[in-house]
């Protein structure tokens, strides 16, 4: 059963993007005789408003545990006319699969179907993202700072330990920003955010990763190094074609954000261009300072090196 505030949120898709028309061509790809106006219950002669087809048709398919393939439908909309007689691409199918996501429900492109969520898989509050179409992401791009230096100096049992706790704390703080590692390649990789608080999401995650390292580092368990791990990590966001295969994507935001990482950020630093800076709330905005200018963009800053941990 999907829930009525989902049902609300279809109701609102269908009577924005659809007519009344297009709303009964819809149904009539799944039940053949569908007409809104007639289970509406409205007198004819009077002609249908397009909100009150599409609560009847959200509620019929509904009653009949067809929803899930009312919204299947919706989703090919913009590429296949014949459904409704002409392409309609509709924007604002992507939270209303995010919120489906919440529930337990995802798109299945193979099955092109939603299906449940298995119990042991994490629920999707990203939605379904369709390959190849451009997405608003904001990206970090996390590496540890030295870390040749570090694989020439200890054994390797050690540095797969503590690579192997820091990749685990940081995919964990990832997800707790509701945010994916899409790449890690050992000793760093990206992470992706997509939802509405894309920014000031990457951003908290990025410092609260680095929070997270101090206790990391001061864990004889976690880090048997004779020396902390530092990090760098760069902050961008961007439009990028979304591919399931995340190794293959390509765009201007993740090659600017890896090259900040790089070449302009410091050990123990936070580096993030001016449209995150731009779009972070205040009191996030207050602890950076600027760092001038890289690769045509100006870009900021802040340390977050505890003088204490230097040292161990």
Known sequence: MIPEPIQNQLVGILAEHLTTEEIDKLGRRLENRFNAHLLSGEPFGLTLRKETAARTAVSHFHAKGMLDRLIVLLLHTDTDPSIVG????????????????????????????????????????????????????????????????????????????????????????????????????????????????????????????????????????????????????????????????????????????????????QGGHIAISESIYKALLDRQRGIFHSAGEFEGMETYTVNMTFDWLKKF
Request: proline share 4%; hydrophobic share 35%; aromatic share 8%.
């Open 86 to 265: 002409r392409n309609v691409p509709i924007p604002d199918l992507a939270p209303l699969l995010q919120r489906l996501g919440s529930i337990g429900l995802k798109y299945d492109p193979n099955q092109g179907a939603l299906i449940r969520i298995a119990h042991d898989e994490e629920k999707d509050l990203w939605g379904y993202l369709k390959e190849g179409e451009p997405y608003h992401f904001s990206f970090l791009s996390i590496d540890i700072a030295e870390n040749s230096r570090l694989q020439n100096t200890y054994p390797k049992p050690d540095i797969e330990i503590v690579y192997t706790n820091l990749f685990q704390m940081i995919s964990q703080t990832v997800k707790s920003f509701k945010g994916k590692v899409w790449t890690w390649a050992g000793d760093g990789g990206l992470a992706a955010f997509y939802l509405d608080d894309k920014v000031n999401d990457s951003v908290r995650c990025a410092i609260h990763i680095l929070l997270n390292l101090i206790n990391l580092n001061l864990s004889s368990q976690k880090n048997k190094l004779q020396e902390p791990i530092v990090l760098r990590i760069g902050a961008h966001d961007g439009l990028t074609h979304y591919k399931e295969n995340k190794g293959t994507i390509l765009s201007e935001a993740i090659n600017y954000v890896a090259h900040l990482e790089k070449k302009g950020t």
